[in-house]
Structures are given as structure tokens and as C-alpha cells.
């Protein structure tokens, strides 16, 4: 069976500082990874996603994932936060075979401050 | 391009009441999903409609919960008698494919408190 994990709850950092925003996976085989953010009040937006090829994915709002296959993870990452990203975001995976539903983790609030 | 809808946006209920919620997809997406996330844990996949039939219930937790997508179109989902466990943030999406090249699209989500 496939799962993703998001290790923190919240992640808060200051305006203008790189943010990280940390999944593992577990899955069998090569796996599709995605990132969702889902703002106040809103449906899950679509981020970024890696299927195969350069390791390093950009997305929309200039967040990246860095797929990392011997930590089996993909960490979000921006170099600089703003205000206006507080979310909630959330990793998913889907395997090779099988069908085309999406694990998701239980999701990480980001919290930017001013 | 209108996206993903869903109806209502929130719903209260007394436990043992039925309770629908209603899905309209992308416009000729064939791929619809129901997701369920109770609160503060993950997003769980429910079920995948391709056209009217069901590709996969697996996530379906039990037989008080009926999906429907007569017509290949929008889609129902009815709960009934609904329990205090149901209460959770109902998630549909559609895709015009299976592939991993084809997003999937998220609505707004049903926010379904059972009192």
C-alpha cells in the first residue's frame, strides 16, 4: 500500500525567508508525486507535480519540490516566503500500476508572517 | 473554463438523517472523484467514476454511503442514515484522463457536520 507523510503539523517562518515544507513516501515502484495548497474557503489548487526526469520541479507561485529518491522524499520549497502563501498544503502520490487516485498526507498549515 | 462545483457548500444534519451531496465536473471530463478528509487527518479517497460506471469503491467505507453518476455526468453522494464519523470535508474532483500527465481538478469541497 502507497502513503505519504507530511512530519509537521505547521511550519512557520518570517516573510521574505526560504520556506521548506517536508513529505515522504512510500510507494511500490517509481512513484508520481504531487503538491496541492488549499487556501481559506477554496478547493485544493493544483502546485507542482513529478512524474519523471530532472529532480528539481517548478510550479506555480515559484514553489519548487526537490524529488529525492534514496530519502523517498519531495520536500516544497520556496526561496522566498510571502504573506499571502499561508495555506494549507498537501503531498500526494500515486504509484505506476494500478489506478489514478491520489494518496494525500493529512497536510501542513504554513503560517507566513509579516 | 468552469471549474469544479459542488453543492451545498456546507450541511448540518442530526445523526440518523440522509444527507446528498452533488458534484459537477469539468465539462467532458470523464474521471470523477469523491475524496473525504475528517478533520485534521488525511485527504481519503472514496471512489472513481469513468463515465457512469464505477472504476474503483475501495475507499467506500461502508453500505450507508451511495455514489451515482447517472449520465456520465455530475455526480451524487448520498449518506443514509449518516453517524457522527461522517462528519468531514467531502472532496470532488474529475480529470480528462488517468494518466499522471492529467490533473486532477478539486472542487470546493462539502463541509458535512452530523450532530
Known amino acids: 500500500a502507497q502513503s505519504v507523510a507530511q512530519p509537521e503539523d505547521q511550519v512557520n517562518v518570517a516573510e521574505g525567508n526560504p520556506l521548506t515544507v517536508k513529505c515522504t513516501y512510500s510507494?511500490?515502484?517509481?512513484?508520481?508525486l504531487f503538491w496541492y495548497v488549499q487556501y481559506p474557503n477554496r478547493g485544493l489548487q493544483f502546485l507542482l507535480k513529478y512524474i519523471t526526469g530532472d529532480n528539481l520541479v517548478k510550479g506555480s507561485y515559484g514553489f519548487e519540490a526537490e524529488f529525492n529518491k534514496s530519502q523517498t522524499s519531495f520536500h516544497l520549497k520556496k526561496p522566498s516566503a510571502l504573506v499571502s502563501d499561508s495555506a494549507l498544503y498537501f503531498c500526494?502520490?500515486?504509484?505506476?500500476?494500478?489506478?489514478?487516485?491520489?494518496?494525500f498526507g493529512k497536510g501542513t498549515m504554513l503560517l507566513v508572517s509579516p | 473554463e468552469a471549474g469544479v462545483t459542488q453543492f451545498p457548500s456546507h450541511s448540518v444534519i442530526e445523526k440518523g438523517q440522509t444527507v446528498t451531496l452533488r458534484c459537477d465536473p469539468i465539462s467532458g471530463h470523464d474521471n470523477l472523484y469523491w475524496y473525504r478528509r475528517v478533520m485534521g487527518k488525511e485527504i481519503k479517497f472514496l471512489l472513481h467514476?469513468?463515465?457512469?460506471?464505477?472504476?474503483?469503491e475501495s475507499g467506500m467505507p461502508n453500505n450507508r454511503f451511495l455514489a451515482e453518476r447517472t449520465g456520465g455526468t455530475y455526480s451524487t453522494l448520498k449518506v443514509q442514515p449518516a453517524e457522527l464519523e461522517d462528519s468531514g470535508v467531502y472532496f470532488c474532483a474529475s480529470s480528462s484522463g488517468t494518466s499522471p500527465s492529467y490533473e486532477q481538478f478539486f472542487g470546493p469541497g462539502t463541509r458535512l457536520t452530523v450532530l
Open positions: 510507494v511500490s515502484g517509481n512513484p508520481y
Open positions: 500526494a502520490v500515486r504509484g505506476v500500476t494500478g489506478y489514478s487516485t491520489l494518496t
Open positions: 467514476f469513468v463515465k457512469e460506471s464505477k472504476q474503483d
